[in-house]
């Protein structure tokens, strides 16, 4: 398949940024900010810098035969912010030849259109090279690029229903020698009594025996019967699982029909693959939003006066992603994500599955006849895998000790504050220290609000929580062994990114 390119600023895009760009452009100002920079250095393709050169060039009026002519009007003396920090530029500049500055001014205006471009293009090639990709949406759970292995995903939800149970097939993916069925199963003729009496026999099993007993699941095709190699699952009454299952190559195919078996509650259910559905782009597969190489693709559809949008991430930044891949319901800063219509903005509720590997969609109630749908994502939150060690005094029961050190990471640090010896009737009777957390965001476009703590070992700890959803404190479990001081790690620094996702829903 012919690798497309996909370019992320029009034509005209390129000439209004530029045009702007111009009208403001002072060589000052281009100094500063091409600071450290080299065309030579940038990453675009040589036709790409060419082009962006021409067209400076043009909008400023310069060539070859205009050159020595251009003088310089402007002389005087400017305060810029660049990067985060600002330079004073002192009243005073050389009285170099007009022919030497009129040359620089077209360096300077082209390379610094150069760097407007890539910072609309988010300043990365893998950004762009991910998005010259085709790609696959497996309904449920996600989209897929064509350099990943999966062959094949569900042809349509399938669900039975017995005496003992509703069983409902929601996804599948298949590789050439390996499948993964997404479905659940709700209980009939049971109470939540007597399954959480269940559930507390079964704990009392493994307390006894050491040992987990795992669902009798099997997938069987062709007469073959597979047992499944891997899994999990969530739920209580209605129970949703993941299950692999690894097979021979020759029974991977849109052609076979599958049964899957779950024996505990006597309950099958059959279900087909079809190859994956391909796409150019990804705004073909729905509204997408791209921001800090995180790119954010809503599908939507409605029935019964209630919107259902799905929210799949393709993350080609530094960081862990933690929003629609790990966490949905958030909020900080006072904002969360929300549906605008013409009659208002409307929440959002999440099905009881959103905590099962299972993607989970956003439902909004339109029953007053809403026509325009806006999805409003304010933030995504991240994690990095940063981590830096630790060493917290630990003080006598009841007392505050003030530490005030900063841990400085990549993109923010955190202050220890102090630090508290609490006991309680409910911990053990070593109890647990209080550490007490501030933060410093050099960028307001990128806020830290938390970290993990830890030993590596069995630990536990529960967090405290400031109005913007910052974690202010995090009460650490002490043991017997820890006397005069705790040695820890401080760990995923979590950020959230501030750009907002405004997607327009079909």
Known sequence: MEEKKICLLS???????????????????????????????????????????????????????????????????IYEEVQGKRKELKDSRGKGSKKKNARWKVYAASAAVILVCLFAWKNSDSIVHAFSKMFGLIPGVGIVEDNQDILYQLKQCESVETDQGILKVLSAVATKDCITVNFSFERKNCTEEQFMLEKEEEWERIKKEDKLVEPNIYLMVDNEKYKMSGGSSAGGLTSYFSATFELEEKNIHPSKVYTLQYEDFDITADFQLVTLDQYNSLDQIGATGIHNNISLTAISSIASNQLQVNVYPINHSEYNLISFYNEYEMEYFGKKLTLKTENGNKDYTLPGSYGSDLNAAYTFDISDGSKEFLLHIPFVVVESNEEEKITLPIPKEGEVVEINKEIAFKNGSVMIESVEKIVSEQENEYGHLKVNLKYKNPNENQQLVGVKLTRRKSEGWFEEFDEQGRIKAINYMLEKSDNGALKLYVVHPRYVFMDEYNLTLD
């Open 11 to 77: 034509e005209e895009d390129i000439d209004a940024k530029v045009t702007d760009f111009m009208n403001e452009l002072d060589i000052e100002e281009t100094q500063i900010l091409l600071e450290g920079y080299s065309i030579d250095c940038l990453h675009l393709d040589k036709e790409y810098v060419q082009d962006i050169k021409e067209r400076v060039a043009l909008k400023v009026g310069m060539n070859k035969s205009t050159e020595k002519d251009i003088a310089i009007e402007k002389d005087r003396s």
